[in-house]
């Protein structure tokens, strides 16, 4: 029988080194960041469960620069979440109650609302404006081209880009 440990076994080992050695290091910099000591347990979790997901941890050289990225990009998507709520949830509260939507229906059309965000996120302002005055308001592509300040053409030009990035989101 040979003496090398399991791949498996080699990986728990090379994360729960880590974990040990820079999860209290990560909250204690995100509680400071943060302001809050569970906000920034939150997202230190979130960042070793992503850090735990990636499928070869040996190519990590500096786990706390790698820690710290994702733990930035938990947080600017916890941000863009909680905008994207305030912002339907202001939209909300200008409509009559009797048009409410249900809370299980509020819940998914968030999660649909941060799944466009999020697939429309490279995309410059104009055409992701583009693609929801399309989507969401049913305008013309004249009548988009009249609101954000260009041509018609453009406006076909940001909803081919817009909805590429949307089937790229579909399928990945």
């Not at 499928?55 to 994207?84: F, G, N, S």
């Not at 583009?130 to 989507?135: G, K, P, T």
Request: with cysteine; charged share 25%.
């Amino acid at each position: 029988m040979s003496s090398n440990p399991r791949p498996e076994h080699k990986r728990h080992e090379a994360l729960s080194l880590i974990f040990r050695s820079d999860y209290r290091w990560l909250a204690e910099r995100l509680r400071f960041r943060l302001g809050c000591g569970f906000q920034a347990e939150d997202v230190a979790s979130e960042a070793f469960a992503q850090l735990a997901a990636l499928p070869d941890l040996d190519h990590v050289r500096e786990p706390r620069a790698m820690l710290t990225t994702i733990a930035q990009r938990v947080m600017y998507e916890t941000w863009r979440r909680r905008d994207l709520e305030r912002a339907y949830l202001n939209v909300l509260a200008q409509m009559p109650e009797a048009v409410h939507p249900s809370p299980e229906d509020r819940a998914q059309l968030v999660e649909s609302l941060l799944a466009i965000d999020q697939a429309l996120d490279g995309l410059s302002a104009k055409a992701r404006s583009a693609f929801l005055y399309s989507q969401l308001d049913g305008l013309t592509y004249a009548e988009i081209g009249e609101q954000l300040g260009v041509s018609a053409s453009m406006v076909r030009q940001y909803m081919a880009k817009a909805l590429a990035c949307c089937y790229a989101a579909a399928e990945a």
